[in-house]
C-alpha cells in the first residue's frame, strides 16, 4: 500500500542531525588548528599526526555536515527510495580517508625512530594544555553527538561520533606520550606513541567501513527491530498471517516490506484500511522508515 509521506523525516529528526553535524564541523575546526599550531612549536610527530588526524576528522565532519542534508530530502521521481544512501557511502569514503592517514602516522614515525629525533622540553607545555583540552571537548561532543546518533539512526553522525571518540583516545595517547619525554627525554616514546596511534585508528577504520559497506549491500536490519515489527504484524486480529517479510536500511530509513493474508470475503475498503493502519503503526514504532504492504486474500488451498 502506498503512502506519500512514507520514508520521510520528521522535522525535529532533520533538525537534530544538522545541528549534530554542524557543532562537529564547528569543533573540529577549531581544535585542528590548535593542533597545527602545537606541533609546529613542539616539533611532536606524534602531535604532528594527531593534527592530521584531526584534519581528516574535519574532513568527514564537512561530508556528515552535507550528507545529512541531501539524504534528508525526500523521495523525487529520479529517488524513488529516497536519499538515504548518501549517508552509508559517506561513512564508507570517511573509513577510506582513516586507512589514508594510518599510512602516512606509520612513515612519519619510522623516520622519527630511525634519526633518534629528541624533543625539546621547553615546549611541550603548550602542547600538553592543547592536547589535554582537545581530550576532553573531543568526549563531550563524541557523547553528545552518540545520542543524536541513536535518536535519529543516522549513519553519518554515529560514524562522525565514532571519530570523535578515536579523537578522544588518541588526544589522551599524545598527552600522555608529551608527559613522558618532558619527564624523562627518551627518545622513543614519541614516535612509539605515533605507531600505537596507528593501530588503534585503524582498528578503528575497519568498523566504520563494515557499518558502512552491509547498509550498502542491504543488509536486513538487526534482529531485534526484525523481532518488533513481527510483534506489531501478529498482535492485529485482522491478519491471518504474513510472508515475505523484508527489510534494509538506507542512511538512517529503514525500508520494511511484507505480504498480509486477510480474509477473503473482505473488501477492497476494509483490506487496505488494515493494511494502513499497520503501516502507521510500524513508522510510529521504527521511525523513520518506509513500510509497503502487499495483501493477499486468504486462500485454503494455498495455505
Known amino acids: 500500500m502506498a503512502n506519500p509521506l512514507r520514508g520521510a523525516e520528521t522535522p525535529d529528526t532533520s533538525r537534530a542531525k544538522r545541528l549534530a553535524a554542524g557543532l562537529s564541523v564547528a569543533f573540529n575546526v577549531t581544535v585542528t588548528l590548535l593542533k597545527f599550531i602545537a606541533a609546529a612549536v613542539t616539533g611532536s610527530v606524534?602531535?604532528?599526526?594527531?593534527?592530521?588526524?584531526?584534519?581528516?576528522?574535519?574532513?568527514?565532519?564537512?561530508?556528515?555536515?552535507?550528507?545529512?542534508?541531501?539524504?534528508?530530502?525526500?523521495?523525487?521521481?529520479?529517488?524513488?527510495?529516497?536519499?538515504?544512501?548518501?549517508?552509508?557511502?559517506?561513512?564508507?569514503?570517511?573509513?577510506?580517508?582513516?586507512?589514508?592517514?594510518?599510512?602516512?602516522?606509520?612513515i612519519e614515525a619510522a623516520q622519527r625512530l630511525v634519526a633518534r629525533h629528541l624533543l625539546s622540553a621547553a615546549p611541550l607545555n603548550f602542547g600538553l594544555v592543547i592536547m589535554g583540552a582537545s581530550a576532553i571537548g573531543s568526549l563531550a561532543v563524541s557523547i553528545y553527538m552518540r545520542g543524536i546518533a541513536k535518536r535519529t539512526g543516522s549513519t553519518a553522525i554515529y560514524v562522525n561520533s565514532q571519530h570523535l571518540r578515536i579523537d578522544f583516545v588518541t588526544s589522551l595517547g599524545v598527552f600522555t606520550g608529551l608527559a613522558i619525554t618532558k619527564l624523562t627525554s627518551w627518545p622513543y616514546a614519541d614516535p612509539l606513541l605515533a605507531i600505537l596511534l596507528a593501530i588503534w585508528v585503524c582498528i578503528g577504520a575497519v568498523q566504520l567501513s563494515l557499518r558502512a559497506f552491509h547498509e550498502l549491500i542491504d543488509v536486513r536490519l538487526p534482529p531485534a527491530e526484525i523481532e518488533k515489527i513481527r510483534k506489531l504484524i501478529e498482535?492485529?486480529?485482522?491478519?491471518?498471517?504474513?510472508?515475505?517479510?523484508?527489510?534494509?536500511?538506507?542512511?538512517?530509513?529503514?525500508?520494511?516490506?511484507?505480504?498480509?493474508?486477510?480474509?477473503?470475503?473482505?473488501?477492497?475498503?476494509?483490506a487496505h484500511a488494515l493494511a494502513d493502519a499497520l503501516e502507521k503503526t510500524i513508522r510510529a514504532e521504527l521511525q523513520p522508515a518506509d513500510v509497503v504492504i502487499h495483501v493477499d486474500p486468504y486462500d485454503p488451498i494455498r495455505v
Do not use: C
Open 235 to 270: 498482535q492485529d486480529t485482522g491478519v491471518i498471517s504474513y510472508h515475505r517479510l523484508r527489510t534494509r536500511r538506507a542512511g538512517s530509513v529503514r525500508n520494511i516490506d511484507f505480504h498480509i493474508v486477510v480474509p477473503s470475503e473482505w473488501s477492497v475498503v476494509q
Open 46 to 106: 606524534s602531535l604532528l599526526s594527531e593534527a592530521v588526524h584531526s584534519a581528516t576528522d574535519l574532513v568527514a565532519s564537512a561530508l556528515a555536515f552535507i550528507s545529512v542534508r541531501v539524504a534528508a530530502a525526500p523521495p523525487d521521481e529520479e529517488h524513488p527510495f529516497g536519499h538515504g544512501k548518501i549517508e552509508s557511502l559517506t561513512g564508507f569514503a570517511e573509513a577510506i580517508m582513516i586507512f589514508m592517514i594510518v599510512i602516512y602516522i606509520v
